[in-house]
């Protein structure tokens, strides 16, 4: 793969928006994800297999909880300096923020909001270090988009409760030491629990064959009468509105991650149209290239301003569910057109793992997927603008 030489493009000044503080935080990410993926995230990818090496490197940086509290082992920062370590990792590759974001949303997230003391305590710290991963189990094979028909259960047997069932498609499912499992009890109520690498009838078989986000290991996890003890419950919130609940800070912290694999396509084939030579000018200088490249920055520009303003209205406590869809659907489809642009600029070449935008397509496609799929943000902004149901 070619050197990294990536410069973030910021059109409308938008650092002048952030503070000394969120640029640090940027910097740091950028530098390690220079140092420590780029150079070997290709290799990855292609042999279908997750960087664990990099576990410790991503703690560092604050990417596993960074809005956590710090009594936690999290970073303590605000969420805006969490949208940038997203968009920083993803900018990299999108299967290593999606280990971050699962780590952090979708497994802290639920065990700070909803979890006892006792649980914070025990997990928390482990998960922000990196000594335990952690996965999240809400989609079925027969419930993706309607997580609500789920048939994973639970069974309340006086000392414990025994778990049946089974989740696809989970990141992180084959190493994880903790997942995070919905399953319905007796009433059919929703609950999250915490199920431990190691329980009997507890299996996590890995998914292959996958063509997009190949650098993130993604697996089932398989519940065969797995005895959970009662204290593994989380208390604090029940109903599908709780797994909802992690998704909008997960979607949120996409919305980030994929204007960075947008800005590393765009950046990538802007240098590549100054460099690349036909009839005698650099290809940069004909004019379709030019409207590519025009219309690249400019749909960049906007989700830069949508997606920091949803960072300044999650800091106030602001955001609602409906904007986060928003973002999340409008970025994932912006960075998924210019990565398909910029792959054409670089012609032949843009097919080859020389560079990285054929990756970013192709990660990408899970991305428009996984989190609610393009047509589901759609109809919840239809819900929201309308007030009538599309999924009723
Ligand atoms: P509905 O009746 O609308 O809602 C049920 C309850 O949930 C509440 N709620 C929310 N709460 C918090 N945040 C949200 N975003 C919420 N959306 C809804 C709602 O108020 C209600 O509460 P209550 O108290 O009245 O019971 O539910 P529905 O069954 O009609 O479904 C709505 C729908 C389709 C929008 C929803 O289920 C949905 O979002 N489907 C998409 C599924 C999805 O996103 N799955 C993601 C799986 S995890 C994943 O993909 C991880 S990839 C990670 C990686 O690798 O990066
Ligand atoms: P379906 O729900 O079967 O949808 C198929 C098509 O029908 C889609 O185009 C959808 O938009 C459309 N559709 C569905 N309902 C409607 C409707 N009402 N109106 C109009 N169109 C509709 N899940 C987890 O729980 N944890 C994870 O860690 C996780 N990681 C993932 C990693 C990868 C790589 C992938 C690909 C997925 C992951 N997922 C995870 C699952 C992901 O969230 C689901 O794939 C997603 O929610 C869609 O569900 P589905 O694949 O079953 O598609």
Same mark, same amino acid.
């Given at each position: 793969m070619k050197p990294d030489l990536f410069e973030a493009p910021d059109y409308y000044n938008l650092?002048? $928006? $952030?503070t000394e503080e969120h640029k640090l935080v940027r910097s740091a990410a950028r530098e390690w994800v220079k140092r420590e993926v780029s150079p070997i995230i290709e290799e990855y990818a292609q042999k279908a297999e997750f960087p664990e090496q990099i576990i410790s490197g991503l703690a560092d940086i604050g990417a596993f909880g960074p809005y956590i509290p710090m009594e936690y082992g999290g970073a303590g920062l605000d969420q805006i300096s969490y949208g940038l370590i997203m968009q920083e990792i993803e900018r990299g590759d999108s299967g290593i923020r999606s280990t971050a974001s699962v780590q952090s949303s979708l497994v802290m997230y639920p065990i700070w909001k909803y979890g006892t003391e006792a649980q914070r305590q025990k997990y928390l710290p482990k998960l922000a270090s990196g000594e335990w991963m952690g996965c999240f189990g809400l989609t079925e094979p027969d419930h *993706?988009?309607?997580? *609500? *028909?789920? =048939? =994973?259960n639970f069974k309340d047997k006086g000392d414990h409760y025994l778990l049946n069932g089974a989740k696809m498609w989970i990141s992180n499912a084959p190493f994880a030491q903790v997942a995070v499992v919905w399953a319905k009890d007796e009433s059919g109520r929703i609950h999250g629990l915490l199920v431990e690498r190691g329980m009997e009838g507890f299996t996590t078989p890995e998914t292959h064959n996958k063509w997009s986000l190949r650098a993130s290991s993604t697996g089932e996890l398989i519940f065969d009468n797995v005895k959970v003890p009662k204290e593994n419950l989380l208390p604090n919130k029940s109903g599908l509105g709780a797994p909802l609940g992690c998704l909008d800070s997960a979607r949120y912290g996409i919305a980030w991650g994929a204007i960075g694999a947008a800005m590393d396509c765009y950046d990538t084939a802007l240098r590549y149209s100054k460099e690349r030579m036909q009839f005698g000018k650099p290809i940069g200088q004909f004019q379709l290239q030019q409207k590519k490249l025009a219309e690249m920055i400019t749909e960049i520009t906007k989700a830069q301003l949508l997606t920091w303003r949803l960072g300044s209205l999650r800091n106030d406590g602001k955001a609602t569910s409906a904007q986060i869809s928003m973002a999340k659907r409008n970025n994932v489809d912006m960075a998924i057109n210019i990565a398909r642009e910029a792959r054409q600029m670089l012609g032949g070449m843009g097919i080859t793992g020389e560079y990285s935008i054929m990756r970013h397509s192709m990660n990408l496609e899970s991305v428009i997927t996984y989190e609610g799929t393009h047509d589901i943000h759609l109809l919840i902004t239809g819900l929201d603008i309308t007030g009538l149901n599309a999924f009723k």
């Open positions: 650092d002048e $928006l $952030l *993706g988009s309607n997580p *609500g *028909g789920m =048939t =994973t």
